[in-house]
């Protein structure tokens, strides 16, 4: 035996914060600010099962179809990519879906699939891969509970449904889209049901999560909020200093 040091790779701790809630409650910009801050990844979980269910209509499979959407969802074709001007771009087979899967209709497909138990499994290891260094910042329905159980920070972030309709409806007029607040309330309304009443991974805070409530804070007190707890858990609180 030599006196060579033998050197052992000492596998990295990569911190893990799971941002979950309901629909327009502002998961995915709390996510981006937080991650942007710390120079994190960021997972948007919620964007796998709508590109699901664009690739089910693309392929005509019938979002009823558990066998044929569990097979999709293994082999679904996806890159998540930034555009000259930094805006994220995705790509399905391709194609740049990144306004298609926005809609409001692509939503609700993403909810009707997201029931499927086969669905869930096959997205699992797909969302889990996004766990690089030197951190994520995963935001969804099951992040805290699910996909990352042992998360550093667990946020359930949450807002009246007539506020997120609101938020929801100024997003679809800035984006071109046309809306009817109405309509936009009782959606919102249908998804929280489908999304917290499901029998598998249903929508709710997980084990020692911060619940915020957002209906009369903005976005910076969110931000700030999250920071403040960030800073208590021994992982995070080096990436603050
Ligand atoms: N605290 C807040 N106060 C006011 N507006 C907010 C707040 N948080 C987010 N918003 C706005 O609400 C809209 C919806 O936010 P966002 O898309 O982040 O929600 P989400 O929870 O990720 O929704 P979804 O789950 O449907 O993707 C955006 O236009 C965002 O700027
Ligand atoms: N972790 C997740 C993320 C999303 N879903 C389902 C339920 C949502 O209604 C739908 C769309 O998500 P959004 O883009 O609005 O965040 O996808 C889920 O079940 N689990």
Do not use: C, W
Not at 86 to 109: H, K, Q, Y
Not at 152 to 159: E, H, P, R, S, V
Not at 209 to 233: C, P, W, Y
């Amino acid at each position: 035996m030599s006196d060579e040091i033998k050197r052992q790779a000492v596998p990295i701790y990569v911190p893990v914060i799971a941002i979950d809630g309901p629909s327009g409650s502002g998961k995915g910009t709390i996510a981006h600010r937080v991650a942007s801050r710390l120079g994190f990844h960021v997972l948007d979980s919620g964007a796998l099962y709508r590109l699901l269910g664009a690739a089910a209509k693309r392929h005509a499979v019938s979002i009823e179809n558990e066998a044929a959407l569990e097979v999709l969802a293994a082999h679904l074709d996806v890159q998540f990519t930034v555009d000259a001007q930094g805006e994220a771009v995705i790509l399905l087979e391709g194609e740049d879906v990144s306004r298609e899967i926005r809609t409001e209709e692509a939503g609700r497909v993403a909810s009707q699939v997201a029931v499927l138990p086969k669905v869930r499994n096959a997205l699992l290891a797909r969302q889990q891969a996004f766990r690089e260094a030197p951190g994520l910042v995963a935001d969804g329905r099951d992040m805290g509970t699910v996909v990352f159980p042992n998360a550093d920070l667990k946020i359930f972030l949450t807002a009246s449904a007539e506020a997120r309709a609101e938020r929801r409806y100024k997003q679809l007029l800035e984006k071109g889209f046309g809306a009817s607040l109405a309509a936009l309330i009782d959606d919102i309304r249908a998804r929280d049901t489908r999304d917290t009443e499901r029998s598998i991974a249903p929508l709710k805070p997980a084990d020692g999560a911060l619940v915020l409530d957002s209906t009369d804070l903005g976005i910076d007190a969110v931000v700030q909020r999250v920071f403040d707890e960030a800073k208590k858990a021994p992982a995070l609180a080096k990436f603050l200093i």
